[in-house]
């Protein structure tokens, strides 16, 4: 495992952009499975003690993913991912909404960019990740968004990690 793996975290106000670059010591095909499958989605993408649960999940252009990050006590706030845009293993889009339980986006949301590249056998991701306002990039900061996604990216780290071992 290397553990000099490039991760950065930028908010650029002017832009009302998030950008996040993280390397992963880990193939390809397996970063990108991890990013669009909902059963190793589930495993990564909430910050403990929170847990992802994937409602469900139609991966393709026009498709959606409705999700719940579920607390401690059983608590859900939902999302809703919409793909815009898929390129197979090298990019993907998607607009962002938070949601209620019936599925009825809380508007602006904001829109994800995934690009995905490899050399040798680390995989680099980076995200880029657009708000309609500054008002709502700036509750989705104060919300602890860098650190829950940054928590969130080591776990998948760690899974590449003790897939190797």
Same mark, same amino acid.
């Given at each position: 495992? @290397?553990? %000099? ?16 670059? @993280?390397?992963?010591?880990? +193939? ?8 669009? @499958? ?8 909430? #910050? ?8 469900? &999940? ?10 719940? &990050?579920?607390? #401690? ?14 390129? #197979? ?6 607009? %962002? ?5 019936? +599925? ?21 991701v980076r995200i880029t990740i657009k708000n309609d306002s500054l008002e709502r990039m700036e509750k989705m900061i104060e919300m602890?968004?860098? +650190? ?16 190797? @071992?």
């Amino acid at each position: 495992m @290397k553990n %000099n793996l490039l991760f950065d975290f930028i908010v650029d106000k002017s832009s009302k952009s998030v950008f996040v670059t @993280k390397e992963f010591d880990a +193939e390809l095909s397996l970063v990108w499975d991890a990013f669009t @499958k909902p059963e190793i989605l589930d495993q990564w993408w909430a #910050p403990k003690p929170y847990a992802s649960k994937t409602k469900y &999940m139609n991966f393709e252009v026009g498709g959606r993913r409705f999700y719940a &990050m579920v607390g #401690p006590e059983g608590q859900e706030h939902w999302g809703i991912q919409e793909y815009t845009s898929i390129s #197979p293993k090298t990019n993907f889009k998607y607009m %962002n909404a938070f949601a209620d339980k019936d +599925e009825n986006p809380s508007l602006p949301g904001s829109d994800w960019d995934l690009n995905f590249s490899q050399q040798n056998e680390i995989t680099k991701v980076r995200i880029t990740i657009k708000n309609d306002s500054l008002e709502r990039m700036e509750k989705m900061i104060e919300m602890g968004f860098k +650190e829950g996604f940054t928590m969130t990216l080591n776990y998948l780290g760690e899974m590449f990690a003790d897939h190797k @071992k």
